[in-house]
């Protein structure tokens, strides 16, 4: 596609439910970034996947959260038994290679009830 | 690990105004440097870049910034503000051989008329 798309774009779920987001990144980017940007936060690094690479997890915050990459391709990022504290808005980004920039979809708010 | 500071967290300032916005990192060997910005209601997006040469960089929208190694910064400039310049800015870096870009806590720029 022309650009990075995320969905839902917004999704309001109830404390203890399980959440998925889905990132479709920019065709023949090989890396494909999770961040998710709270208020006065700035962004925080969640996770990484390049290629065929073991993904880097080292920024997930609990072991509620897991995120896949199928076919190198689209990633779901998924949140089980949310909690008030994970409303944010999480943003997925994909690039080429290490010397390019990372392009940023709109992301997906959520609020968490 | 690495990190990136930015020491104004809101700033305001009247049209035509100079802005200058600062940017710390704390890697002391090779890094690749950005600046992104998240206009109200859009996603982020790439406004300059440093990976090596010259250190005095130009972006879009009559944005530069300088990498001063001696200092660890890259701050950013722009000699005349505009209202439509009002928005978020993130500073933003990529160490080493990772792959993982790592924001800053952002500035929230406000441009009066």
């Known amino acids: 596609g022309a650009g990075v798309s995320q969905s839902p774009s917004n999704k309001v779920t109830e404390k203890g439910k399980d959440v998925e987001l889905r990132c479709d990144p920019i065709?023949?980017?090989?890396?494909l970034y999770w961040y998710r940007q709270s208020l006065g936060q700035g962004l925080e690094f969640l996770i990484y996947?390049?290629?065929?690479?073991?993904?880097?997890k080292s920024g997930l915050p609990s072991d509620r959260f897991s995120a896949e990459r199928t076919g190198g391709s689209v990633s779901t990022l998924t949140i089980q038994r949310t909690q008030q504290e994970d409303s944010a808005v999480y943003l997925c980004?994909?690039?080429?290679?290490?010397?390019?920039?990372?392009?940023f979809g709109q992301g997906t708010r959520l609020t968490v009830v | 690990a690495q990190s990136v500071s930015q020491h104004n967290h809101h700033v305001i300032l009247s049209e035509a105004a100079s802005l200058e916005l600062g940017c710390n990192y704390s890697?002391?060997?090779?890094?690749?440097l950005f600046w992104y910005v998240q206009y109200p209601g859009q996603h982020l997006q790439l406004l300059l870049k440093?990976?090596?040469?010259?250190?005095l960089v130009k972006g879009i929208k009559g944005f530069e910034a300088e990498f001063i190694k001696s200092k660890f910064s890259f701050n950013l400039r722009k000699p005349s503000v505009q209202w439509s310049d009002t928005a978020e800015y993130f500073c933003?870096?990529?160490?080493?051989?990772?792959?993982?870009?790592?924001f800053g806590t952002g500035t929230q720029l406000k441009v009066e008329l």
């Open positions: 065709s023949g980017h090989t890396a």
């Open positions: 440093y990976f090596s040469g010259d250190p």
């Open positions: 980004a994909s690039n080429s290679d290490r010397n390019t920039e990372a392009f």
């Open positions: 996947f390049q290629g065929n690479s073991a993904p880097d």
């Open positions: 933003a870096t990529l160490t080493g051989g990772g792959n993982k870009l790592t």
């Open positions: 890697y002391g060997g090779t890094v690749n």
